[in-house]
């Protein structure tokens, strides 16, 4: 197996092959996902929720994002995996100025990402120019943005009326043009989610309740295998349910977002 790079992403892409994506923090579990056939590793900061305890992703920090990530691409060296790995940039590590997302994105590829991810449109997009000209691959990420959840008044689905659709729309666009090549659309409705994906030729979709138009899925693992502290999102599917183990969860996983039966519009999404 080749590793999986961009080219092969947009290969994918343009082949109407549905992109695989789920998030790992350990050298173990990111082997597992790899062998299963997920395709991209995210590193993401749902960490701090899931591995640390915490209410929200804003406790996180680069510290903790390049321990997992350095974690996740030994298990992969280790295990020969071809996936490619996303880290988040965490909160407060990215806003101050591009210099600054600079040098938190260099951390994280130093730990071995071959993306970062940072959340938000607008004021993002001179940050992603400033990244991607400096050859750094970057992940977008829009509708529901975890790390500022305070000023979103909670977790709900974004982008609803006309005004909100617009808005998610230009920064999709802004963000596709400052050379984004992926843009996470998280509890966005189905139909704007699946007419951005069209829209957007050079930056794949990857939805998470974002119903099933986007170039690709991603989920938290625990969820999908059922493991969880609050309650379970309206999104998720347990895929642990019906598998024998964690790598058959995880291949059921892969199976059903390529065939198209996750997720179902009817069911996990808005
Ligand atoms: O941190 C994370 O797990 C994420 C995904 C939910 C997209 O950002
Ligand atoms: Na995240």
């Not at 005004?163 to 802004?174: C, D, G, K, S, Y």
């Amino acid at each position: 197996r080749r590793p999986i790079s961009l080219p092969r992403l947009a290969q994918m892409r343009a082949a109407g092959e549905k992109i695989t994506m789920l998030t790992a923090y350990d050298a173990t579990f990111a082997a597992v996902a790899d062998a299963a056939g997920v395709e991209c590793i995210l590193v993401g900061d749902s960490l701090g929720m899931v591995c640390q305890g915490l209410h929200s992703t804003v406790g996180v920090t680069l510290e903790d994002m390049a321990y997992h990530t350095a974690s996740v691409t030994r298990g992969l060296h280790r295990a020969q995996g071809t996936a490619w790995v996303i880290a988040d940039l965490p909160y407060g590590s990215y806003a101050e100025s591009r210099e600054q997302a600079l040098r938190s994105s260099c951390a994280l590829m130093q730990a071995g990402a071959h993306m970062v991810k940072l959340e938000g449109g607008g004021w993002t997009a001179p940050t992603v120019e400033f990244l991607v000209e400096r050859g750094i691959p970057v992940c977008a990420h829009l509708g529901l943005t975890p790390q500022t959840v305070h000023a979103l008044g909670g977790y709900r689905v974004q982008g609803k009326d006309d005004v909100a659709a617009n808005t998610l729309r230009r920064h999709a666009h802004a963000l596709q043009d400052a050379g984004a090549s992926m843009l996470v659309l998280e509890m966005v409705p189905a139909a704007l989610a699946a007419s951005l994906t069209e829209e957007l030729q050079h930056c794949h979709t990857i939805g998470i309740g974002a119903g099933s138009g986007t170039a690709g899925q991603v989920l938290v693992l625990h969820d999908m295998l059922g493991v969880n502290l609050g309650k379970m999102a309206k999104f998720v599917h347990n895929f642990m349910q019906d598998a024998g183990s964690v790598k058959g969860a995880m291949q059921a996983y892969v199976e059903a977002v390529k065939n198209g039966s996750f997720p179902n519009n009817e069911l996990h999404a808005w």
